[in-house]
Structures are given as structure tokens and as C-alpha cells.
């Protein structure tokens, strides 16, 4: 079982310290979300162990923390002043502010659900005029016009309109990459094949963020560029969608959760060779199957057009340099057969923000208790709990069982993430820490004090094992292991 709906999981994210809407006090701030204290943990974890994944565990990576803010030619170049935009449309009526593609994709497959036969609009645009406003009900649309993502800011003290000024928020990790592969390639005497990774914050305007942390304007990438031969790409490419795919189910999502999506060529960007996403059922509610799915990660072949954008060499059939500002050619030589050439790159780009939706969603279930009461429990895979081992004493007005708690906490802390709890009745701190996905509840009762025992209590079965103090931290690392 997993969550029937995002919404589901909105309340479950606010009640126990996982996402808080921004800016709460003062009304808020639409598409932006706070971590609360278990989200900042399932956030790191998330990290941690793509990092370990993607860096520690391979050979052939290095890692990279670019700046947010870049010299703004950089986006010149790489295309997104004049090509990273929206189709936006208004409704005249109520002013409402909508992108057109989804609006068309919708009705679209509205359409097709309705008459049984797939229903493609030819021009894309031409049905507006048959698309009733989400907002009021009416159809009166203004022009189709392309809206541009990047924030816009401004550095130094300078006016606002001095254009020398101007900056933008990155919209992605990517091109801060690009632009240091020499550095890269230089410092760490790489060879081809070879990949750079990086994990940072990303801004985007989007006309119509929403579903929660699905789509914000403020999200977190993972994302790393393997440079490969012309001519090696597709193989790596193909290699990376089998390894990115089995990532996500090592970290607890289910397979019959996730698929492949082929983009067709109408939909891949303009540098693209082949595009696949992995998408995730994050809208289990909707009646059309096909739209059960969206993007939780995509690989992408964007062949040399990023290195070679970014460097002096490249020419027009004129002979005029195509990148007249960059002071350094990007190509690569291969010492064994003496040639230079223009790496291929390969993408894997996750987001931190989707992959914690989608853990928070595949591991939702509820159960049914010896009283007839239905509980909530996060089946999160041991690497991704927030809190690894609760321990709670039976009795927290007994000192002695108080300090044998305590004791037993602090002795696991340098092992795992632990915590200590006596706000509550024992059921119920059982059913909180079930909510928030902890593995092991560990309980200190009267017996522990003579026998220096403790009760065991699995999350997912709530099997119960007697273990002593002394043998605690190896049976716990060894459920904790892979495969335990």
C-alpha cells in the first residue's frame, strides 16, 4: 500500500515535522516549503546516499559545488535567455495565469478518455477556444507568449536597469559544470570516460507551480554529467538509465511504482539525442491511468552541445566564432589515438524534493491495531528513516528506568540516529514513532533493571524480541545491513 493522494501525505508532512509552509505567520508564500526537523533529516539522507552512491562507490566521478549566481553569458550561451521559457495564457475574464501546453494536455487526454481514441491537437494552440477556465468556468483567452523561468536579480550597488548588472538564479546545476570541466579535467587528471556531480539549489518561475513539494520554484538537484566518446554515448547512456532506475528501488520505492518514459522527439529540448524519465505514480487518485505519472528523474543524452557552446573554437559557415565572449576552448585529447573532439554528455537529474514525495509516498500504509484502530505507518527503508532507534522508558517517573534510557541513547548515538522519548504513554509513542517511519523502538521497563535486557519492537511487523544491553548495538547494525 502506499498514500492514495499527495494530500494524504500534506497532513502526515505537517503533523510530525516534516514540511511546513513558508512563511506560515504572515499568510505564506505560494509553491515554497519548509523543512521541519524530519524533513531536513529525510533530506539529508537522501543526499547522503545519493552522494555515496554516485561518488564514493564509483571511480570514475568527481564532485563539484558551483555558485548559485554566474556570470550571466553563461546562460547566454547556453541557450536559456532566448529558449528556457513557458507558453503562457490569461483568462481575460478572471485574470488567471495558466500554461498553455498543460492546458491542451489535459483536455486532451480528457478528450481521449471520453471518445476512446488518442486525441492530438494539430496546431498545439488551435482548442484553446474549446478549454474552459480552471478558475471560473470561462473561455475567453488571451495570445499565447513565452514567458521566461530565470529570476532575474542584480549585483553591486547599481541601478536596477543596468543591463551590465543583471543575473539570474541558475534554474539548474547543470551549467555550472560545464563551465569548469577544464578545471575539472586539469586538477584531477581525468580520462575519458568520466562524470561530475553536484547537488545544489535550483530557481525557477514556474507559471503554475503546485502539488506540494512536487513543483516548486525553490528545489534542490541531483545531477551529474558524464562525458563519454562520440560514438560511446548510447551505451552509457543506456547503462545510466538501468543504474539510475535501481537506485530508486535500493533506497525503498516500489518497482510497480516507478516506469520508463521514452520522450518523443517533439518533446525532447533541442540539444537532446534521446531523453528517458523515470516517473513515479505520484497521482494514484486520477481516474486516467496516463496521468497517474509524472517525472521523478530524467536521463538525458545531450551529445556535445554543452562543451561546445561554451568554447572559442566553434565556428559559423562564415568563420565568425560562434561564442565571441568565452576564453577557453572545452574539447578534449585523447592521447592514445592523438585526436581532439568534443565530449558527449550524459545526464541523470534528480530532485531532492521529488524523491523525498515520492519515499513519503511509497511508504505510507496503514494497519490495524488489537483495538480495531487504524494506524499510519512509514514504511521507509532503513537508510532513509529520519530516526533510526527510539528509546522509551516504561515508566518515566521511575529514575532509575529514566536513567538507563538515557544511557542506552547516548551509547547508540555514535552508530545511529537516535533519540530519547517519554512524552507520552507507551502505545502512543509506538504509534508516533510507526508515523515517522522509525525502524526500532527500543523499551526499558522494571525487568531491565534486573535482567539488563530491553524489548525490541519492529516497525513493520511490531514483533517484539527481548535482547540484551550488551549485545544492543551489534543486533541493531546487523538489522540494519543489507539484505538483514
Same mark, same amino acid.
Given at each position: 500500500?502506499?498514500?492514495?493522494?499527495?494530500?494524504?501525505?500534506?497532513?502526515?508532512?505537517?503533523?510530525?515535522?516534516?514540511?511546513?509552509?513558508?512563511?506560515?505567520?504572515?499568510?505564506?508564500?505560494?509553491?515554497?516549503?519548509?523543512?521541519?526537523?524530519?524533513?531536513?533529516?529525510?533530506?539529508?539522507?537522501?543526499?547522503?546516499?545519493?552522494?555515496?552512491?554516485?561518488?564514493?562507490?564509483?571511480?570514475?566521478?568527481?564532485?563539484?559545488?558551483?555558485?548559485?549566481?554566474?556570470?550571466?553569458?553563461?546562460?547566454?550561451?547556453?541557450?536559456?535567455?532566448?529558449?528556457?521559457?513557458?507558453?503562457?495564457?490569461?483568462?481575460?475574464?478572471?485574470?488567471?495565469?495558466?500554461?498553455?501546453?498543460?492546458?491542451?494536455?489535459?483536455?486532451?487526454?480528457?478528450?481521449?478518455?471520453?471518445?476512446?481514441?488518442?486525441?492530438?491537437?494539430?496546431?498545439?494552440?488551435?482548442?484553446?477556444?474549446?478549454?474552459?477556465?480552471?478558475?471560473? !468556468? /470561462?473561455?475567453?483567452?488571451?495570445? &499565447?507568449? $513565452?514567458? *521566461?523561468?530565470? +529570476? =532575474? @536579480?542584480?549585483?553591486?550597488?547599481?541601478? #536596477?536597469?543596468?543591463?551590465?548588472?543583471?543575473?539570474?538564479?541558475?534554474?539548474?546545476?547543470?551549467?555550472?559544470?560545464?563551465?569548469?570541466?577544464?578545471?575539472?579535467?586539469?586538477?584531477?587528471?581525468?580520462?575519458?570516460?568520466?562524470?561530475?556531480?553536484?547537488? !545544489? /539549489?535550483?530557481?525557477?518561475?514556474? &507559471?503554475? $507551480?503546485? *502539488?506540494?513539494? +512536487? =513543483? @516548486?520554484?525553490?528545489?534542490?538537484?541531483? #545531477?551529474?554529467?558524464?562525458?563519454?566518446?562520440?560514438?560511446?554515448?548510447?551505451?552509457?547512456?543506456?547503462?545510466?538509465?538501468?543504474?539510475?532506475?535501481?537506485?530508486?528501488?535500493?533506497?525503498?520505492?516500489?518497482?510497480?511504482?516507478?516506469?520508463?518514459?521514452?520522450?518523443?522527439?517533439?518533446?525532447?529540448?533541442?540539444?537532446?539525442?534521446?531523453?528517458?524519465?523515470?516517473?513515479?505514480?505520484?497521482?494514484?487518485?486520477?481516474?486516467?491511468?496516463?496521468?497517474?505519472?509524472?517525472?521523478?528523474?530524467?536521463?538525458?543524452?545531450?551529445?556535445?552541445?554543452?562543451?561546445?557552446?561554451?568554447?572559442?573554437?566553434?565556428?559559423?559557415?562564415?568563420?565568425?566564432?560562434?561564442?565571441?565572449?568565452?576564453?577557453?576552448?572545452?574539447?578534449?585529447?585523447?592521447?592514445?589515438?592523438?585526436?581532439?573532439?568534443?565530449?558527449?554528455?550524459?545526464?541523470?537529474?534528480?530532485?531532492?524534493?521529488?524523491?523525498?514525495?515520492?519515499?513519503?509516498?511509497?511508504?505510507?500504509?496503514?494497519?490495524?491495531?488489537?483495538?480495531?484502530?487504524?494506524?499510519?505507518?512509514?514504511?521507509?527503508?532503513?537508510?532513509?528513516?529520519?530516526?533510526?532507534?527510539?528509546?522509551?522508558?516504561?515508566?518515566?517517573?521511575?529514575?532509575?528506568?529514566?536513567?538507563?534510557?538515557?544511557?542506552?541513547?547516548?551509547?547508540?548515538?555514535?552508530?545511529?540516529?537516535?533519540?530519547?522519548?517519554?512524552?507520552?504513554?507507551?502505545?502512543?509513542?509506538?504509534?508516533?514513532?510507526?508515523?515517522?517511519?522509525?525502524?526500532?523502538?527500543?523499551?526499558?521497563?522494571?525487568?531491565?533493571?534486573?535482567?539488563?535486557?530491553?524489548?525490541?519492537?519492529?516497525?513493520?511487523?511490531?514483533?517484539?524480541?527481548?535482547?540484551?544491553?550488551?549485545?544492543?548495538?551489534?543486533?541493531?547494525?546487523?538489522?540494519?545491513?543489507?539484505?538483514?
Amino acid at each position: 500500500m502506499s498514500a492514495p493522494n499527495i494530500e494524504t501525505i500534506v497532513s502526515l508532512a505537517k503533523r510530525r515535522g516534516f514540511v511546513y509552509p513558508s512563511s506560515e505567520i504572515y499568510g505564506g508564500l505560494g509553491s515554497a516549503w519548509d523543512y521541519g526537523p524530519l524533513g531536513a533529516e529525510l533530506c539529508n539522507n537522501v543526499r547522503a546516499a545519493w552522494w555515496r552512491w554516485m561518488v564514493h562507490e564509483r571511480d570514475d566521478i568527481e564532485g563539484l559545488d558551483s555558485s548559485i549566481i554566474l556570470n550571466r553569458l553563461v546562460w547566454k550561451y547556453s541557450g536559456h535567455e532566448e529558449t528556457f521559457n513557458d507558453p503562457l495564457v490569461d483568462c481575460r475574464e478572471c485574470n488567471g495565469r495558466f500554461r498553455a501546453d498543460k492546458l491542451v494536455q489535459e483536455w486532451a487526454q480528457e478528450e481521449t478518455v471520453k471518445y476512446g481514441v488518442q486525441v492530438v491537437p494539430i496546431p498545439l494552440y488551435s482548442v484553446l477556444g474549446k478549454i474552459k477556465c480552471p478558475n471560473c !468556468g /470561462k473561455i475567453n483567452w488571451t495570445d &499565447v507568449r $513565452p514567458f *521566461n523561468l530565470m +529570476f =532575474r @536579480t542584480h549585483v553591486g550597488a547599481t541601478a #536596477e536597469d543596468d543591463s551590465d548588472a543583471l543575473v539570474y538564479l541558475r534554474p539548474e546545476t547543470a551549467q555550472g559544470i560545464f563551465v569548469n570541466f577544464l578545471n575539472v579535467l586539469n586538477t584531477s587528471r581525468r580520462k575519458l570516460p568520466f562524470g561530475v556531480a553536484q547537488i !545544489g /539549489k535550483s530557481f525557477r518561475n514556474e &507559471v503554475t $507551480p503546485g *502539488n506540494f513539494i +512536487f =513543483r @516548486t520554484r525553490e528545489f534542490e538537484q541531483m #545531477e551529474m554529467e558524464y562525458f563519454v566518446r562520440p560514438g560511446k554515448d548510447e551505451q552509457a547512456h543506456q547503462e545510466w538509465i538501468d543504474a539510475c532506475r535501481q537506485w530508486f528501488l535500493d533506497i525503498g520505492i516500489s518497482p510497480d511504482n516507478l516506469r520508463l518514459y521514452e520522450q518523443p522527439k517533439e518533446e525532447l529540448a533541442h540539444y537532446a539525442k534521446r531523453t528517458v524519465d523515470i516517473q513515479y505514480r505520484f497521482f494514484p487518485e486520477r481516474e486516467d491511468e496516463e496521468r497517474h505519472w509524472d517525472e521523478l528523474m530524467g536521463i538525458a543524452n545531450r551529445t556535445d552541445f554543452d562543451l561546445r557552446t561554451h568554447s572559442k573554437k566553434p565556428e559559423d559557415a562564415e568563420g565568425k566564432r560562434l561564442n565571441p565572449d568565452s576564453t577557453e576552448d572545452l574539447s578534449y585529447f585523447d592521447e592514445a589515438t592523438k585526436q581532439r573532439f568534443y565530449p558527449y554528455v550524459i545526464e541523470p537529474a534528480a530532485g531532492v524534493n521529488r524523491t523525498v514525495l515520492a519515499l513519503l509516498m511509497d511508504a505510507y500504509s496503514e494497519k490495524t491495531n488489537d483495538k480495531g484502530e487504524a494506524r499510519v505507518i512509514l514504511k521507509l527503508h532503513h537508510s532513509m528513516a529520519p530516526i533510526k532507534v527510539a528509546v522509551l522508558p516504561l515508566a518515566k517517573n521511575k529514575p532509575e528506568i529514566v536513567g538507563m534510557a538515557k544511557a542506552i541513547k547516548r551509547s547508540l548515538q555514535p552508530l545511529v540516529r537516535a533519540v530519547y522519548d517519554d512524552t507520552g504513554g507507551i502505545g502512543k509513542l509506538y504509534a508516533r514513532q510507526d508515523e515517522i517511519g522509525t525502524p526500532f523502538c527500543v523499551t526499558v521497563d522494571h525487568q531491565s533493571l534486573e535482567d539488563e535486557a530491553v524489548t525490541v519492537r519492529d516497525r513493520d511487523t511490531w514483533e517484539q524480541e527481548r535482547v540484551k544491553v550488551s549485545d544492543l548495538p551489534t543486533y541493531l547494525l546487523q538489522r540494519f545491513s543489507p539484505g538483514s
